[in-house]
């Protein structure tokens, strides 16, 4: 045979490959979502997430430290509350899970980046992710009246000393009215995180048990994304950008590699993809049937979220992958 093009050369041993390798996956790009419960001594495991669990602030120290020691710089807090109700009133409660947790972990470690999602969703007792239209139109979520309380929310996570503000309530000029709220309290330096393209997807099953925050009625394609809309998220992400964005998001990750790669093309912040619930489950739930490989199948979706244009990846798999990389 006098074949002269032979790619495979190049495959022929793991240090040829770890040469030419164009994608890399380190601890340092993981971000790690972390469920915090109102209470005391609370660990309690999340039955369709296996390996998490909603904590009490008094129960997070071993897991920042756990996080601490594989080097993974960041975790993303979620509250859940003692109280929910129809304004979600929790959410800017000073003494919530999140303030609380924030202080504490910065006490703890000082070096980790904690960032805190801003939603309604976990705080209303409807669990709809902004505050409820009256009769006769019940059930339309209010744009306008909920951005003050997300800037409520942001500013009391920034006065307990967050690194960083996520918004992921998918309300239009979330990003302008939360910088503008951090501004007049004194906030300036506080990046905001932007969930631009958040679809309205079935992978956020296991989160909505995790953080109790299933729509009691209806569902948030009012807000969220339309799965099948591709350009409409880089209108959206243009928007976020021209509000004032500091990073970008896009959610889930796994489905939507297209649109982390169009976003990535066209912005030149830093980009953030959220492996979200429904894609670590599935994972999980293959591997403990034997049917696929949970490391290397973990670590192939972590790498393709990257090589998609993904700079920073929110993923359950965070300290599992960590420590697999360790022994790559
Ligand atoms: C909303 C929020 C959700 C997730 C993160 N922020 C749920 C939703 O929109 O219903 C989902 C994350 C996941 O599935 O891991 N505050």
Same mark, same amino acid.
């Given at each position: 045979?006098?074949?002269?093009?032979?790619?495979?050369?190049?495959?022929?041993?793991?240090?040829l490959?770890r040469?030419?390798?164009?994608?890399?996956?380190?601890?340092?790009?993981l971000i790690?979502?972390?469920?915090?419960?109102a &209470?005391?001594? !609370?660990?309690? #495991?999340?039955?369709s +997430?296996? /390996? *998490?669990?909603?904590?009490?602030?008094?129960? @997070?120290?071993?897991?920042?430290?756990?996080?601490?020691?594989?080097?993974?710089p960041?975790?993303?807090?979620?509250?859940?509350?003692?109280?929910k109700?129809?304004?979600?009133?929790?959410?800017?409660?000073?003494?919530?899970p999140?303030p609380?947790?924030i202080?504490?972990?910065?006490?703890?470690?000082?070096?980790?980046?904690?960032?805190?999602?801003?939603?309604l969703?976990?705080?209303?007792?409807?669990g709809?992710?902004?505050?409820?239209?009256?009769e006769?139109n019940?059930?339309?979520?209010?744009?306008?009246?909920?951005?003050?309380?997300?800037?409520?929310?942001?500013?009391?996570?920034?006065?307990? &000393?967050?690194? !960083?503000?996520? #918004?992921?309530?998918? +309300?239009d /000029? *979330?990003?302008?009215?939360?910088?503008?709220? @951090?501004d007049?309290?004194?906030?300036?330096?506080?990046p905001?995180?932007?969930?631009?393209?958040?679809?309205?997807?079935?992978?956020?099953?296991?989160f909505?048990?995790?953080?109790?925050?299933?729509?009691?009625?209806g569902?948030?394609?009012?807000?969220?994304m339309?799965?099948?809309n591709?350009?409409?998220?880089?209108?959206e992400?243009?928007?976020?950008v021209?509000?004032g964005?500091?990073?970008?998001?896009?959610?889930?990750?796994?489905?939507?590699?297209?649109?982390?790669r169009a976003?990535?093309?066209?912005?030149?912040?830093p980009?953030?993809?959220?492996q979200?619930?429904?894609?670590?489950?599935?994972?999980?739930?293959?591997?403990?049937?034997?049917?696929?490989?949970e490391?290397?199948?973990?670590?192939?979706?972590?790498?393709?979220?990257?090589?998609?244009?993904?700079?920073?990846?929110?993923?359950?798999?965070?300290?599992?992958a960590?420590?697999?990389?360790?022994?790559?």
């Open positions: 045979m006098s074949l002269t093009l032979r790619p495979r050369r190049l495959r022929r041993t793991p240090t490959r040469m030419v390798r164009e994608t890399t996956l380190a601890a340092d790009d790690a979502p972390l469920f915090v419960t &209470g005391h001594g !609370i660990l309690r #495991p999340i039955s +997430m296996p /390996g *998490q669990a909603q904590r009490s602030v008094d129960k @997070l120290a071993d897991e920042i430290d756990a996080l601490m020691e594989l080097r993974i960041s975790v993303l807090l979620f509250g859940i509350p003692a109280h109700d129809a304004q979600g009133s929790a959410g800017w409660d000073a003494h919530g999140v609380e947790a202080r504490a972990i910065k006490r703890q470690a000082p070096d980790m980046l904690v960032i805190a999602d801003v939603c969703c976990e705080y209303t007792d409807h709809h992710c902004g505050i409820l239209a009256p006769p019940m059930g339309d979520v209010l744009n306008d009246p909920t951005l003050e309380l997300l800037v409520r929310e942001s500013v009391a996570y920034a006065d307990a &000393g967050v690194d !960083i503000i996520a #918004p992921s309530a998918m +309300m /000029g *979330q990003v302008a009215a939360i910088r503008a709220g @951090l007049a309290a004194g906030h300036q330096n506080i905001i995180l932007a969930y631009a393209a958040k679809f309205a997807s079935a992978f956020y099953g296991p909505r048990e995790a953080a109790e925050s299933t729509p009691q009625f569902d948030r394609r009012a807000y969220q339309d799965p099948a591709g350009r409409e998220a880089l209108r992400v243009a928007l976020d021209a509000e964005a500091d990073m970008l998001m896009v959610k889930p990750a796994g489905a939507y590699l297209d649109i982390i976003v990535r093309d066209r912005y030149d912040l980009l953030a993809a959220y979200v619930s429904g894609e670590f489950a599935m994972i999980k739930a293959a591997a403990a049937n034997g049917w696929i490989d490391r290397r199948a973990a670590l192939e979706s972590l790498l393709a979220i990257r090589r998609a244009g993904a700079d920073m990846i929110i993923t359950y798999y965070a300290k599992d960590a420590r697999w990389l360790l022994t790559e």
